[in-house]
């Protein structure tokens, strides 16, 4: 082999190894900034669950990235899309009369929203929330919120805190709701859709 060849051989390893270590950084999560910026408030809350133990949530959090960092939202049928604004409505309009079971209807619908976009089933509420915290991480606390209600017993929540419960649901109802993500290809030649969804 000339000289030649085995410095080309060389460089193209480097080259590879370069893309590879590069590719690995992009998709994995960078410690505390990386995993704080994904998660958002989702982030102080495992660290205060893990009593102040940076490292143990940051572990947490890694290993939910590494199981469900890939998941990719399923499309939803226009008839699908429309049948969950008209039951999200119904939640609404339903909270004047009987706020408390409004609220368990809309953390039923959220999780049947997010079965239907891919996410573990809410049967298993845990799996299905550690899976929806990697991608939605910034609109977890309204759905912490309306399912924390929906299990409490009768009266154990006011109306108001109810009312909180739902409205900050919303966001993660809407982003879950909202159009199907365009391929960066399509970006590129399509302009982004608005919300289908307005807020309450």
Same mark, same amino acid.
């Given at each position: 082999?000339?000289?030649?060849?085995?410095?080309?051989?060389?460089?193209?390893?480097?080259?590879?190894?370069?893309?590879?270590?590069?590719?690995?950084?992009?998709?994995?999560?960078?410690?505390?900034?990386?995993?704080?910026?994904?998660?958002?408030?989702?982030?102080?809350? &495992?660290?205060? @669950?893990?009593?102040? /133990?940076?490292?143990?949530? !940051? $572990?947490?959090? #890694?290993?939910?990235?590494?199981? %469900? =960092?890939?998941?990719?939202?399923?499309?939803?049928?226009?008839?699908?899309?429309?049948?969950?604004?008209?039951?999200?409505?119904?939640?609404?309009?339903?909270?004047?009369?009987?706020?408390?079971?409004?609220?368990?209807?809309?953390?039923?619908?959220?999780?049947?929203? &997010?079965?239907? @976009?891919?996410?573990? /089933?809410?049967?298993?509420? !845990? $799996?299905?929330? #550690?899976?929806?915290?990697?991608? %939605? =991480?910034?609109?977890?606390?309204?759905?912490?919120?309306?399912?924390?209600?929906?299990?409490?017993?009768?009266?154990?929540?006011?109306?108001?805190?109810?009312?909180?419960?739902?409205?900050?649901?919303?966001?993660?109802?809407?982003?879950?709701?909202?159009?199907?993500?365009?391929?960066?290809?399509?970006?590129?030649?399509?302009?982004?859709?608005?919300?289908?969804?307005?807020?309450?």
């Amino acid at each position: 082999m000339s000289t030649g060849v085995i410095i080309a051989l060389i460089v193209v390893g480097i080259v590879v190894v370069g893309a590879a270590g590069l590719f690995a950084a992009r998709t994995t999560p960078r410690g505390g900034r990386g995993l704080k910026r994904r998660f958002g408030p989702e982030y102080d809350r &495992a660290v205060a @669950r893990h009593d102040g /133990d940076t490292k143990a949530a !940051e $572990e947490e959090l #890694a290993e939910r990235v590494k199981r %469900h =960092g890939a998941l990719e939202h399923r499309p939803l049928e226009p008839a699908a899309r429309e049948m969950y604004q008209a039951r999200w409505a119904r939640v609404q309009e339903r909270f004047v009369e009987s706020p408390a079971e409004a609220v368990a209807e809309a953390d039923q619908v959220v999780a049947d929203l &997010a079965r239907d @976009r891919g996410y573990p /089933d809410g049967a298993d509420h !845990e $799996e299905q929330y #550690a899976a929806l915290s990697v991608h %939605h =991480g910034h609109r977890m606390h309204g759905y912490r919120l309306v399912h924390g209600a929906a299990q409490a017993g009768p009266g154990q929540t006011g109306t108001e805190e109810l009312r909180t419960a739902l409205v900050e649901a919303r966001s993660l109802f809407d982003d879950l709701l909202g159009p199907d993500r365009v391929p960066a290809a399509e970006k590129r030649t399509h302009a982004p859709k608005g919300r289908l969804v307005k807020g309450s």
